[in-house]
């Protein structure tokens, strides 16, 4: 999970800063708790009203049923050598996706996230895996935008996937336009019609899946924005994804959020978020003890509220956390750096599990017929599993 901000601070400074300074909590113990009171949530859904409702106007929109019966791409079924405990399903992109070494998947979640299970989950008349992704200029090169793709996980239909680029809109609403994300997309949760992804050091940015937006392929791979009279290219992307709106994290703890992952939890109608730290050493990272904080959506809202208090904070005895999820309770910290598992409930205490390498993010699956599953990934070339395993494998 390569990262490109740097957290490089004298003892001095963080002493001044008032930063997490003690040390984490005992593993063998599990996580402490944390005044949630410190942690808040500032959300703007209108931020580009104005250019987005040109941009609709002058480009018009495609329904999620609209590009999943346009999907371009194959995916495939999972090796055989690859057998993790607990494994219900799972899939991996096609041959050029899986290896390419200049875009990496990060965040997951599914339309069972979005709807819950009526009508098996469907969003839009499909049942949905949605992964979001970073892409690099070349395979050293520096971050430079994130798309999402949208993968169909039912039987109904063909076996597909489609990618979509993430935009922020530039421009006014009299000449509307659009540019990339370059963030990481560490976490990505799906509620309603919003999705929600991480921004590492600021919160998540905001889109809205009924928006859609058509571009014009045809253009050069460098290509992105207005080019003349009504032409706009997105690198080739047929469809673009802008940016409605920004949930900014504020925090009266010293010591800013690192927004490495993120998860909805269903029964609690919350997000939850996780930071990626070490222990010492690192240089990209942190070197503290992380944190995982639950904000509340807005009462029978899938939005938050303009101003939102966390309701939960925890400092975490685990590093290298590339993945979180919680669900009535309960809750699970992927760490790349043990390829662990951690399981922890407040009454129950830790339970530790051996986990997959280079693993990120984690969605929480339920069913009403069957057993409830995890959902996670893996990002490194050339064995990107797309996975899911059943629940009860990894805690009660």
């Not at 920004?246 to 959020?257: K, V």
């Not at 070339?381 to 629940?391: E, H, I, L, M, Y």
């Amino acid at each position: 999970m390569p990262r490109r901000r740097r957290f490089v601070l004298s003892i001095g400074a963080v002493l001044a800063a008032g930063m997490l300074v003690s040390p984490p909590a005992d593993a063998a113990a599990g996580p402490t708790t944390l005044p949630a009171s410190q942690y808040t949530l500032s959300a703007n859904y209108h931020q580009f009203d104005a250019v987005n409702t040109a941009l609709v106007s002058t480009l018009g929109t495609a329904a999620v049923h609209t590009v999943m019966d346009n999907a371009n791409h194959d995916r495939t079924g999972l090796p055989s050598s690859f057998a993790p405990a607990g494994l219900s399903t799972g899939f991996q992109f096609d041959s050029t996706d899986n290896s390419d070494c200049a875009n990496y998947p990060q965040g997951i979640t599914t339309s069972r996230d979005a709807v819950g299970t009526a009508n098996s989950g469907n969003y839009d008349g499909h049942q949905l895996v949605l992964v979001s992704w970073y892409t690099k200029a070349s395979c050293s090169g520096a971050q430079e935008r994130s798309r999402i793709t949208l993968v169909d996980w039912d039987a109904t239909y063909p076996n597909k996937y489609r990618k979509v680029l993430l935009v922020q809109p530039t421009g006014t609403a009299a000449a509307p336009d659009f540019q990339d994300i370059p963030i990481h997309a560490g976490g990505v949760s799906w509620y309603g019609d919003y999705l929600y992804v991480a921004d590492t050091g600021h919160g998540m940015r905001v889109f809205d899946m009924r928006k859609i937006l058509k571009t014009n392929t045809g253009g050069t791979a460098d290509q992105i924005g207005h080019q003349t009279g009504s032409t706009y290219y997105a690198h080739n992307y047929a469809y673009v994804l802008p940016q409605i709106g920004t949930i900014t994290a504020n925090t009266t703890s010293g010591t800013g959020l690192s927004w490495s992952s993120i998860s909805l939890d269903r029964v609690s109608k919350s997000i939850v978020m996780a930071e990626y730290t070490c222990s010492s050493g690192c240089t990209d990272y942190p070197n503290r003890a992380p944190r995982a904080v639950r904000f509340p959506f807005a009462s029978g809202a899938t939005t938050f509220a303009a101003t939102t208090t966390a309701s939960q904070a925890l400092q975490l005895p685990w590093y290298k956390l590339n993945g979180v999820a919680s669900h009535n309770g309960r809750w699970w910290f992927n760490s790349s750096g043990d390829k662990k598992l951690y399981y922890w409930t407040s009454a129950t205490g830790p339970a530790t599990h051996t986990w997959v390498g280079s693993g990120e993010s984690i969605s929480y699956w339920e069913d009403s017929a069957n057993a409830d599953l995890l959902w996670s990934l893996q990002e490194g070339a050339g064995s990107r599993n797309v996975f899911a395993v059943t629940q009860a494998t990894y805690g009660a």
